[in-house]
C-alpha cells in the first residue's frame, strides 16, 4: 500500500481555510512542509475535488490552523465533509486574522499566506505559500497526524 510509506512522515494536523466573496471554508490537511527559509515559504498539498482547493485559487491566499493536541474532533469536523454545500464553522469558536480568515480558539499556531504558486504533483497540487503573518502558542503542543486516529 502506497499510503503506508508516505504515513511514516511525520506531520501536524492543520485546518486550512480560504474565502471567496460569499463564503468562508475550512479543510483538514496533514500534508504539509517547510519550503524555503528566507522568505518563509510553506506547501500544502490539496486534491484539486476539495472545495478549498477551487477558493485557493480564486483568492490567492490561505489560512493555516496547526490544531493543539486536544483538538483531534477539529480534525475529523474539517476532514470528512465538503464545504460546497454546508457551513462547517457552525458552533466553532473562532476570532477573524486582519484579511477575514478564521483562526480557531486554543489553536497551537495560525499562519497567513500569500499564494506563490501551484505545483501539480498527481492527485494533488502544492500549494506554495509565503508566511505574512504568525502566531505561535508556546504553551501547547501540535497534534501529530497518525493515519490510525482518522482512518
Ligand atoms: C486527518 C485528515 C487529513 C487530511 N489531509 C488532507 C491533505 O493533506 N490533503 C487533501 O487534499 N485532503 C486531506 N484530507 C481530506 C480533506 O480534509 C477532506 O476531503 C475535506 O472534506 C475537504 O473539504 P472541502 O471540500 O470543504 O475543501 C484530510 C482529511 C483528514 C481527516
Known amino acids: 500500500m502506497p ?36 522568505p518563509a515559504f510553506i506547501a500544502v498539498s490539496i486534491a484539486p475535488e476539495r472545495f478549498t482547493h477551487s477558493l485557493i485559487k480564486e483568492s490567492k491566499s490561505f489560512g493555516v490552523n496547526i490544531l493543539s493536541d486536544g483538538q483531534r474532533h477539529l480534525g475529523k469536523h474539517f476532514g470528512f465533509s465538503s464545504g460546497r454545500n454546508t457551513d462547517k464553522f457552525t458552533d466553532i469558536d473562532f476570532h477573524k486574522s486582519k484579511s477575514g480568515l478564521p483562526i480557531f480558539d486554543n489553536v497551537y499556531a495560525y499562519i497567513e499566506c500569500r499564494l506563490i504558486n501551484i505545483l501539480n504533483a498527481g492527485d494533488h497540487d502544492l500549494f506554495v505559500g509565503e508566511v505574512l503573518e504568525k502566531n505561535i502558542d508556546d504553551t501547547k503542543n501540535p497534534l501529530i497526524f497518525k493515519s490510525s486516529d482518522y482512518f
Do not use: F, H, R
Not at 19 to 35: C, E, H, R
Open 3 to 38: 499510503g503506508e510509506i508516505l504515513d511514516i512522515i511525520t506531520s501536524p494536523v492543520c485546518v486550512v481555510t480560504a474565502q471567496n466573496s460569499d463564503k468562508i471554508n475550512g479543510m483538514t490537511v496533514a500534508w504539509i512542509m517547510q519550503a524555503a527559509y528566507n
